[in-house]
């Protein structure tokens, strides 16, 4: 028997990461068989125009899951930022350019509010971002009385969320350069090294000498800036800017970076990870919409795709968290047996 | 570590059943020169949507067309634009769309025109650079005449009535009762329009303001509601007040909404178009215009079983509403 052949194929396996790309080469596979233009050009620019506001949330809600913090903010902050930029653009007569860097300066802004509470005061960051999810979309909703929007951007503003560059929808690119930024933050900066370590053991990172405060809040104040750049790439995309931009878009980013294989309570856990594990529901959600010749209870699956992707994408996140303590009590219950 | 290989086999088991399940539908894959017509509701788990899809459906089966029928799930705003991008990359074409946020959609329904789709709105209106035609389930004045000719006949053409409507700066209530108070001058000098009193469609707060109108106006024949939660709330108070049959009650609402107090007799009956006739015109103007039969700037268009129809201007109207009562009023579950 080739043993060490065998041990490390089981070892590149075992990897997370690699577990997520067969899933997506499965998805890939089934849905470019089943599905109608799946594998088109537009559609799969459409996979990624309609999904980068929760892969931006996710790469950035991934540093603060690091941390062993969670960012329930974000949705509620692309509502404020969009609403704000609206009001910049209409109202204020500012070019969309200038009221694209104040809103995320305003994400900044709420960021650090979040930063401030948990990392300053060490208030739990579940129940902070909780209420500041409330604050930031009901400030939303006061900005607007609930009702108004803001349309008619120039066309020059819109192409950013509607426009092909190089190949690709032109926010692509920008979530692309997020991405290779973060990436080099968590991975190759001894600064971003330390999420880990804070996830792992606040306590002893702090006797190791790492600033936990500034690690923490640098998580927190990025996060609150990356949904400000979501809330504009999302107005771009619709020509329309409410109170209700981002909705929901919090737990699918956390989604996303759970079965991305990041631990919920810090400490473990990789950008490439989030990447596959945004891309893997992304596909999902889009995909299921292209299987119209076929049928289920009488309809066709194309016409429950957001049900059924919602159905799916529990699964896939449960399967992926129940995997390690099921094999861990099928693993004692045959060293039971053995004795 | 086995923890790969059991997420494979997880993957693959969740699969089968679901691939087992599967059954490949009838229509094929869109061989041949079938229409495919694309119906977007606001959102999917409304009833009064579930009823248009009915109609919608029944059009497409006439017509040999492929009906897609999907819509958002829950408030994303950013699900109906997804939904139609999805449609124009499949190359739908025609779509037919109720607009939940009329400027967004409009981005994405502008592109489908440039991309050479067929667009028609119905129920609720996209802006009209975005979509050649709006079906049109009922005018400002086809509504306020339907509602004041009814309470006219059920009070002999004479004495006093009150609105209920939604809160007093609701632009399309204001649009209704002005229609009302128009047809009042013109048509029924004997009469009367002695209160408008808003309830902020809270059924509650209609059944309390009703009970005051009935106080300070003993002589009050009927009680007009121009708002949905209004007739049930305007029915309860009459019912209380014991003056069922005495005091009328009409009003604009679903039929399941109201089916308890018509049945009784407190309500008489309520004004709402035929909300599953609206999903099969829409889908028949879609295809119309798909086959060039039908034109922008047409005066008429032939619906088939709906027979011929007005249009005005960019606007295909549904026609007069219908009147929902005792007798009818089993037949409806919206």
């Given amino acids: ?339 | 570590m086995k923890r790969s290989r059991f997420l494979c086999s997880l993957a693959v088991l969740c699969a089968v059943p679901f691939l087992g399940a599967c059954k490949k539908s009838e229509s094929g894959a869109g061989g041949g020169k079938k229409l495919t017509i694309a119906f977007l509701p606001k959102s999917k788990g409304n009833q009064y949507f579930v009823t248009c899809e009915r109609g919608a459906r029944a059009a497409a089966n006439e017509l040999g067309a492929e009906l897609l029928f999907d819509g958002p799930t829950n408030s994303d705003p950013a699900k109906q634009n997804e939904i139609v991008e999805n449609w124009i990359s499949l190359g739908v074409d025609v779509i037919a769309a109720a607009c939940e946020n009329k400027e967004g959609l409009s981005t994405a329904l502008r592109k489908a025109q440039a991309a050479g789709i067929k667009v028609v709105t119905y129920d609720a209106d996209a802006q009209p650079d975005a979509r050649t035609f709006f079906v049109n389930q009922a005018t400002e004045k086809g509504i306020g005449d339907a509602l004041l000719d009814n309470a006219a006949k059920l009070v002999g053409d004479e004495g006093e009535f009150a609105i209920i409507t939604a809160n007093l700066t609701a632009a399309n209530q204001n649009a209704w009762i002005a229609a009302i108070k128009a047809r009042q001058a013109e048509k029924y000098p004997k009469m009367k329009l002695v209160d408008i009193k808003p309830c902020d469609d809270l059924k509650d707060k209609a059944q309390q303001e009703t009970t005051n109108l009935l106080g300070a106006h003993p002589n009050l024949k009927a009680v007009i509601s121009v708002c949905s939660p209004g007739v049930p709330g305007a029915a309860e108070a009459v019912k209380q007040a014991g003056k069922t049959g005495t005091v009328k009650v009409v009003g604009l609402g679903l039929p399941s909404e109201n089916k308890a107090y018509v049945k009784e007799g407190v309500t008489q009956l309520v004004i709402l178009w035929k909300v599953e006739d609206l999903g099969y015109l829409a889908i028949k103007a879609g295809a119309a215009l798909a086959d060039g039969s039908l034109k922008p700037g047409a005066s008429e268009f032939n619906a088939g079983k709906l027979g011929t129809l007005k249009v005005e201007g960019d606007n295909i109207l549904l026609g007069t509403p219908f009147a929902f009562t005792k007798e009818n009023i089993d037949q409806f579950d919206f």
């Fill in chain 1, 1 to 339: 028997m080739t043993a060490s052949k065998t041990t490390s194929l089981k070892a590149i396996l075992a990897r997370h990461e690699v577990v997520l790309l067969l899933v997506i080469a499965v998805e890939v596979l089934l849905f470019s068989t089943l599905g109608r233009r799946f594998l088109d050009g537009s559609n799969v620019s459409n996979i990624f125009r309609h999904s980068v506001e929760i892969g931006l949330l996710a790469l950035v809600m991934t540093p603060v899951i690091l941390t062993g913090g969670i960012d329930l903010s974000v949705g509620s902050m692309m509502g404020l930022c969009a609403v704000c930029f609206g009001i910049f653009v209409k109202e204020a007569q500012l070019s969309p350019l200038v009221a694209g860097f104040l809103s995320v300066g305003i994400g900044t802004i709420g960021g650090g509010l979040n930063a401030f509470l948990i990392a300053r005061l060490k208030l739990p960051p579940l129940i902070v971002t909780l209420g500041t999810f409330s604050l930031f979309r009901g400030l939303a909703e006061a900005l607007t009385k609930g009702s108004k929007s803001y349309s008619a951007f120039p066309d020059s503003f819109l192409a950013l969320g509607n426009s092909q560059v190089a190949g690709l929808p032109a926010q692509v690119w920008i979530f692309l350069v997020v991405a290779l930024g973060i990436y080099v933050l968590v991975h190759h900066t001894t600064f971003g090294r330390s999420f880990r370590a804070i996830g792992f053991s606040p306590e002893g990172s702090r006797y190791a000498g790492l600033s936990v405060e500034k690690n923490v809040s640098l998580a927190y104040v990025l996060a609150g800036a990356v949904a400000g750049l979501a809330a504009v790439i999302f107005v771009a995309r619709l020509g329309e800017a409410r109170a209700n931009a981002g909705i929901g878009y919090e737990l699918l980013a956390i989604t996303a970076v759970v079965l991305g294989g990041t631990s919920i309570f810090g400490g473990s856990g990789t950008v490439i990870g989030t990447l596959l594990g945004y891309v893997a529901v992304a596909v999902l959600n889009n995909g299921l919409k292209r299987v119209m010749d076929f049928q289920l209870l009488d309809r066709k699956i194309s016409d429950m795709a957001s049900e059924l992707s919602g159905v799916l994408t529990g699964l896939l996140l449960i399967a992926a968290l129940a995997v390690t303590p099921l094999l861990r009590i099928l693993a004692s219950r045959r060293s039971r047996s053995q004795n």
